[in-house]
Structures are given as structure tokens and as C-alpha cells.
């Protein structure tokens, strides 16, 4: 039976040794907590790396891994330490990632670099060589693997190949900027589909293939020697039943029954039954603007200082990239502004901001985006932003205030959130003081408003849409060339 190749740079488990012994625990991160539920509801496989590099595994543990990976129907593609250097730590995140969020400053353009991300996609195909039979779709995701389309198409000229990018396609003025980029349009365009969040990064992708390549594009298709390329929009979605049901299920729960976290939060609004939380969750990134948010926290306190006292950041920051300097210099400015702040303003009753540097588990996230009176999720730059999803559908009262920066593809569809520009501190601290004071009834609107969108378009519907539209330009190529 025809199967679905799902292939990502990660696979959505994390392979480890400890103790010579294999832990396999799930990775962190928006692609692989959407995808996971695709993978699981259907016949997939699921290729990228476990997170061990080959000098990792010896002989004795290959078996191992490749039967812990098997049993979540997922593969592991091989990838060395300097593979993992130069294409992963490299290429993905010292070019590419900052260079489409728009940190040109931070992109470096090292020809190694380059020659990696190469072999590395190689690689990747491959392994798809190992199992793609006729008939398989291929869904390849993001900004690792822009390669592996055209490398997968000129072997298997008759697959159906999906790609699409979760983060920003950037600008013509800005993507030109890369040596490279005329190979990574040419990648990009073995797909036969090539969907995005939104209509902006899709547009800045046609400018960049007619400029630079000089295909004419044609409503959304590109058509090369014959070959119908169609590109289309996909907004994110998430699973939202997990997430709201998770929240229900939790809040009905004894209070013996709740998680150690919970029931902390609790006593502590026994005991301070004034204070409010606003929240704020991502991987610790320099995209996602967390330093700017504690300048606005802080100027929100000077501001508004009738808040001190009142409310408190809950700032969980998932650790990522750490081999990357600017994610370490990253991580010292933020322990220093929380220090900062927590040293000017905490009371023996009162802390300001709760940081938490580390990955908690899912009954954790639900405890925090359900306990929480807003969330405050400020990128400068965003793909989409899965967390102000989940925090919306955990809400269970219809209570809760979103604010949201405008620079997310999320922002897109969630206009009922309070937007703001990331670089503005003085609205952010205004914004802050709205959401605190925003009366019940119109949170209830705005977040049933937002739920039922959410409720609609989820992440089942996502991947359905994107299926569908994948067949239509199978269909119609078949038609074209007669087959
Ligand atoms: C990329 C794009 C795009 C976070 N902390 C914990 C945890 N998470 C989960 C959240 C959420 C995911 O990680 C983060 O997703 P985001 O979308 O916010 O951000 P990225 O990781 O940067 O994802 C992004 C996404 O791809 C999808 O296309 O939206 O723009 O950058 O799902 O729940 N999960 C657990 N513990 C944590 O501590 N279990």
C-alpha cells in the first residue's frame, strides 16, 4: 500500500545514551508537536535524524537505535558530528535561519558551510532511495532539506513531492543576499507542491523565482520544461482538541490529582489571590524578541506602578542551539535582565518574573498556558507561532488575553489578539495594561472568536488541505502530459 514519507531534519524523538543505555524521549519544537499527530493517524514514515551522531552509536547500539526509531515508524539518517557542525549548526542555523527571520547581521556566508548542507541532503535522499516505493508521497519539511526536492524528482521523476517551509520566506531584497540562492530556488522547485503560512512568504518566493530565475509565474503556478509547480498557502494549525482537553481534564482534576506545578500555582493565588500571570513560552531564540519583552515588562512596572505586586511573568525558555554563539550571549543578557528585575522590584511576597530555562512536560505547559491570565509572545520575527495557538485553545472559561506580535505568521489570522510592533517597549507595556484590564465579556468574544477558527482549521485539516492540493497537481500534470 502507497505510504506517506514524512522527512524532517529531526526526527519527532530524541535518542540519547545514558548509562549505555538508549532514552528515547519526544522532541520539543512546532514541527514536530503538529506533525506528530499526522504521523500518528496515518500509514507514514517518518525519516530525519535521532539526535545521536554516528560516532555516538557504536556497533552495539545501531541495532538499538534503528529499532527504537522503528517502533515509532520513523528512520534514522545517519549524520556525523561534522555534518552536524557545519550543515545543521552551519548552514540551517548560522545562514539560512537567520537570514529569512531577517537578522542579516548574525548570517554568516561560509563556503563549508555550503558544501555540507549539500552532502547532507544527499544524504537525506539517500536514505528516501531506501524506501520510497511507487506511488509514496513525500512531504519534506523546512528550511533544512530545500535541496532534497529537486534531489528526490530527478531520481523518482513520477513521485508526488509536498515541501513546505515553517518559517519566514524573506523578502527579494533580502533572500539575494544569499551566494547560493539560485540552487536553493532550484531545490525548492523539484517539489510539486511548495506551501507556506502565509500569502506574504509566497509572494516574496514568486519574486524571488521570477527575478532571479525568470520564470513567469501564473496565478500559483510555475510551469519548467512541462512540469506544473504550484505553490499555495497553509496556515499551521494545531491539534486543538489535545490541547483543550488536556485543559479541561486537568481543572476537573482533585487537587491531590493535579501535577506538583498546579498545585503550586494554586496555593500561590490562595495567598496572593491578587496577583495575575501573563505568560510567555518559546525556544530560547533570538527571533522570538525575548529580551525586548523583559524591557517592556520592566517599563510596564515603572509605568504602571500600581501592577507591582499584581503581576507576575511566567517565562519559560526552552534551551536550543546552545553550540551557537549568539544563542549563548543570548542566554547571559536575559539571566542578567531577569536578575535585573527581579533585584529592583521583588517584595518577600511578590517575585516579578518566574524563569524557567528548560523543556517541561505537556501536563506542565497545560497547567501554565490554562493558569495563566495573558500570554505575551513578542517575536521580532516569526514563521507562524504555535504557542499562541495552544494557548488560546487551552483557555477553558474563554477567559484570557492574547497579545501577539504582529511579525508572526499567527498574527495573520488571530486579529482578535492585541498585535503589537516587538520593537515598540512603550506599546508593549500599554498593551500589558490593557490585557490586565480587559473586561470579562470581551475576553469570552475574542477568544471564542479565536477558538472556533482554531477548532475549524486544525492541524488534521492542515495536512488534509495540503494532501488534497498535492493530488490536484498530480491529477492535473497527468492530464497535461496525457498519462
Ligand atoms: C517553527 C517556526 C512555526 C515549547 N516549550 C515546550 C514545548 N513547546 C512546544 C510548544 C509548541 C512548540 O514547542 C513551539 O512552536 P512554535 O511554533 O512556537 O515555534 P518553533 O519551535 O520556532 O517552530 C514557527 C513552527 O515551526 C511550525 O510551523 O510556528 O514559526 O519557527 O508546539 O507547545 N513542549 C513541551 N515542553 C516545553 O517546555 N512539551
Known amino acids: 500500500m502507497a505510504k506517506t514519507i514524512i522527512i524532517s531534519n529531526r526526527l519527532p524523538l530524541q535518542i540519547k545514551i545514558e548509562n549505555e543505555e538508549l532514552t528515547v524521549t519526544p522532541s520539543v519544537g512546532g514541527l514536530a508537536t503538529g506533525m506528530k499527530s499526522v504521523h500518528k493517524a496515518g500509514d507514514s514514515l517518518w525519516l530525519g535524524w535521532s539526535g545521536l551522531t554516528e560516532e555516538e552509536i557504536?556497533?552495539?547500539?545501531?541495532?538499538?537505535?534503528?529499532?527504537?526509531?522503528a517502533k515509532e515508524a520513523c528512520v534514522n539518517v545517519p549524520l556525523t558530528q561534522d555534518d552536524v557542525e557545519n550543515f545543521y549548526y552551519g548552514f540551517s542555523n548560522k545562514t539560512i535561519w537567520p537570514l529569512f527571520h531577517y537578522f542579516t547581521e548574525y548570517t554568516e556566508y561560509q563556503q563549508h558551510y555550503w558544501v555540507k548542507y549539500r552532502e547532507v541532503n544527499e544524504k537525506f535522499a539517500e536514505v528516501v532511495a531506501k524506501h520510497i516505493e511507487p506511488g509514496d508521497k513525500v512531504w519534506i519539511h523546512d528550511?533544512?532539506?530545500?535541496?532534497?526536492?529537486?534531489?528526490?524528482?530527478?531520481?523518482?521523476?513520477?513521485?508526488?513531492?509536498?515541501?513546505?517551509?515553517?518559517?519566514?520566506?524573506?523578502?527579494?531584497e533580502v533572500f539575494r543576499i544569499l551566494p547560493w540562492r539560485t540552487e536553493i530556488l532550484e531545490g525548492l522547485l523539484g517539489a510539486d507542491l511548495i506551501g507556506f503560512h502565509t500569502y506574504d512568504y509566497e509572494r516574496h518566493f514568486f519574486s524571488s523565482v521570477r527575478r532571479l530565475l525568470g520564470y513567469e509565474i501564473?496565478?500559483?503556478?510555475?510551469?519548467?520544461?512541462?512540469?506544473?509547480?504550484?505553490?499555495?498557502?497553509?496556515?499551521?494549525?494545531?491539534?486543538?482538541?489535545?490541547?483543550?482537553?488536556?485543559?479541561?481534564?486537568?481543572?476537573?482534576?482533585?487537587?491531590?490529582?493535579?501535577?506538583?506545578?498546579?498545585?503550586e500555582l494554586d496555593k500561590h493565588q490562595l495567598v496572593n489571590p491578587e496577583v495575575r500571570f501573563i505568560l510567555s513560552i518559546d525556544r530560547l531564540d533570538y527571533t522570538k524578541g525575548i529580551q525586548k519583552r523583559l524591557y517592556a515588562f520592566e517599563h510596564f512596572l515603572e509605568?504602571?506602578?500600581e501592577y507591582r505586586g499584581q503581576a507576575t511573568l511566567i517565562m519559560l525558555c526552552v534551551p536550543s542551539r546552545q553550540n551557537v554563539d549568539q544563542y549563548q550571549r543570548m542566554k547571559s543578557e536575559i539571566d542578567e535582565l531577569v536578575g535585573r528585575i527581579n533585584g529592583n522590584y521583588s517584595t518577600i511576597n511578590w517575585t516579578p518574573v518566574w524563569y524557567f530555562y528548560r523543556a517541561l512536560p505537556f501536563e506542565n505547559l497545560i497547567d501554565l498556558y490554562s493558569s495563566s491570565d495573558v500570554a505575551l509572545l513578542t517575536p521580532i520575527r516569526d514563521g507562524m507561532n504555535l504557542v499562541a495557538k495552544e494557548y488560546v485553545a487551552a483557555q477553558i472559561d474563554s477567559k484570557g488575553v492574547l497579545i501577539l506580535s504582529e511579525m508572526t505568521g499567527a498574527a495573520k489570522e488571530m486579529s482578535e489578539a492585541i498585535l503589537i510592533n516587538p520593537n515598540n517597549i512603550d506599546a508593549i507595556a500599554d498593551a500589558i495594561h490593557e490585557a490586565l484590564a480587559m473586561p470579562a465579556e470581551e475576553q469570552i468574544t475574542r477568544i471564542d472568536t479565536m477558538q472556533n477558527r482554531l477548532k475549524r482549521y486544525n492541524v488534521e485539516k492542515w495536512a488534509d488541505d495540503f494532501f488534497n492540493n498535492l493530488k490536484e497537481v498530480q491529477e492535473q500534470q497527468a492530464l497535461q502530459s496525457g498519462k
Open 58 to 69: 557504536d556497533d552495539n547500539l545501531k541495532a538499538d537505535v534503528e529499532a527504537a526509531s
Open 143 to 172: 528550511y533544512q532539506l530545500m535541496l532534497l526536492p529537486q534531489l528526490i524528482k530527478e531520481r523518482y521523476p513520477d513521485s508526488a513531492i509536498g515541501f513546505f517551509l515553517h518559517i519566514p520566506f524573506p523578502s527579494f
Open 218 to 263: 501564473n496565478f500559483n503556478e510555475i510551469i519548467i520544461n512541462n512540469r506544473i509547480i504550484r505553490s499555495d498557502i497553509f496556515p499551521m494549525g494545531i491539534d486543538y482538541d489535545k490541547f483543550h482537553n488536556a485543559s479541561v481534564s486537568q481543572q476537573r482534576k482533585s487537587v491531590k490529582d493535579r501535577t506538583e506545578l498546579h498545585q
Open 303 to 305: 509605568k504602571y506602578p
